[in-house]
């Protein structure tokens, strides 16, 4: 095997320095789809010699937790495509050996193989091995005319072609399967940038899918031939637009339920001077032109400050921590205010620092902002919260953690 892949290398170099430029284009064709075949034949050997390696326990017997991370290091792979590699290779050693066999004869591609392998499973679990035998063939027919994108949207009426008497009922059921995995694999993610930027990733279930479609499809046409916006960043207008109006409804719970409201911070020498720029209470900071944009549908809610950064004022206070006392709050703690927590203010709670139950009031100075996790962790340990002399909260650990006891205090959400 070593003699013969030396050999295919060499013979690999030698076309590489071809000089391309001189075949005619029928030759450039056939070179090109020659190219693919061998390619796709590689990889079948690739994958068996991974197969063998994994079975083996090659990678733990060098060092490895399992056979990817060996992988990822030794062909300098993403730990994904490693995994991937390795899981492929399993599908192709169990699965229907005309999956295999229509890889090594470069009939099909990597891709392809995954959509056949799988499709076939499902077949062979509704209807039974013959059915999944008839199957391969099938699939690795239409596979000579279509991409594996196409291959499983034909895939999901294969039944049809194989087993018809139970096409109806299994496709009933891959539907619920379709839609249990969607729920199960369903997330957003929201990342935070540095400059104060959000990177939103995620992957939606049909419904969901369909309903960002719908709201934000009307709104990502091009407002005119003067609009030079990439599809992307209309896209981004878009989902900015819906946001806007959802937050005008006034339906949505207490806490995102008002007009978008800007907190504008400054000290009282300052409050006299004209605006520069504005402070979310996210901590991004928007320029004079987009607070006075902001302002035209927005209340202000002026917040003084006083040197050391306390709230001095803003607006009537309420017997629960809501509205201008939640705003206050926000300003001062900015965050989860337990040592190291970087969660923000809309994942808060007002913890109050003497119990409300024991007679404690619901003010500034009996509350201090806690995510969900550090609220519960204070009710039920031995560190105490208290404001320090300059009206700012520190906690202090219990005696067994720290024996000197020194009040310790959240840098994470500390702003210049």
């Not at 995954?114 to 209807?127: P, Q």
């Not at 035209?296 to 003084?304: E, F, H, Y």
């Not at 001062?332 to 040592?339: K, N, Q």
């Amino acid at each position: 095997m070593i003699d013969a892949l030396e050999q295919a290398e060499a013979a690999v170099a030698a076309c590489f320095d071809a000089a391309a430029w001189a075949a005619s284009e029928p030759d450039l064709v056939a070179a090109l789809d020659a190219t693919h075949r061998l390619e796709q034949r590689l990889v079948a050997v690739k994958l068996t010699l991974v197969r063998e390696l994994d079975g083996r326990g090659t990678a733990t017997a060098q060092g490895a937790s399992c056979t990817a991370v060996w992988l990822r290091d030794r062909l300098r792979l993403g730990v994904g495509a490693a995994r991937r590699l390795v899981e492929l290779a399993a599908t192709l050693d169990t699965g229907p050996a005309g999956v295999r066999d229509a890889l090594a004869g470069g009939l099909v591609d990597v891709e392809q193989v995954r959509v056949i392998a799988e499709t076939v499973e499902t077949v062979h679990t509704a209807a039974g091995p013959q059915a999944a035998d008839k199957a391969v063939g099938v699939l690795v027919d239409w596979a000579a005319q279509f991409d594996a994108a196409g291959l499983r949207k034909l895939g999901t009426r294969i039944l049809d072609h194989v087993a018809p008497e139970v096409a109806e009922a299994a496709t009933e059921a891959a539907v619920r399967a379709q839609e249990s995995r969607a729920a199960r694999d369903r997330h957003v993610t929201i990342s935070e940038q540095p400059d104060g930027r959000l990177r939103l990733t995620g992957i939606l279930d049909i419904e969901a899918a369909a309903l960002l479609r719908a709201a934000i499809d009307p709104l990502t046409a091009p407002t005119g031939p003067d609009d030079t916006r990439t599809p992307g960043q209309r896209r981004h207008d878009a989902l900015a637009d819906v946001c806007r109006l959802a937050l005008s409804g006034g339906d949505l719970p207490e806490s995102g339920g008002d007009r978008p409201q800007l907190v504008v911070t400054t000290t009282y020498d300052v409050l006299r001077q004209h605006l520069t720029r504005g402070t979310l209470d996210t901590g991004g900071q928007l320029s004079a032109d987009t607070v006075r944009r902001l302002a035209c549908d927005a209340r202000i809610l002026p917040a003084v400050l006083g040197g050391n950064g306390l709230v001095l004022d803003v607006g009537r206070q309420r017997r629960l921590v809501t509205g201008p006392l939640r705003r206050a709050l926000v300003l001062r703690d900015r965050g989860c205010a337990f040592p190291g927590c970087d969660r923000p203010p809309r994942w808060c709670d007002a913890h109050h620092i003497h119990h409300w139950a024991d007679g404690g009031p619901t003010s500034l100075d009996n509350a201090v902002l806690l995510c969900g996790h550090h609220h519960r962790h204070l009710h039920h340990s031995d560190w105490v919260v208290r404001l320090g002399g300059d009206g700012h909260p520190e906690f202090i650990p219990p005696a067994w953690l720290d024996p000197e006891q020194v009040p310790r205090r959240n840098h994470y959400h500390r702003r210049n």
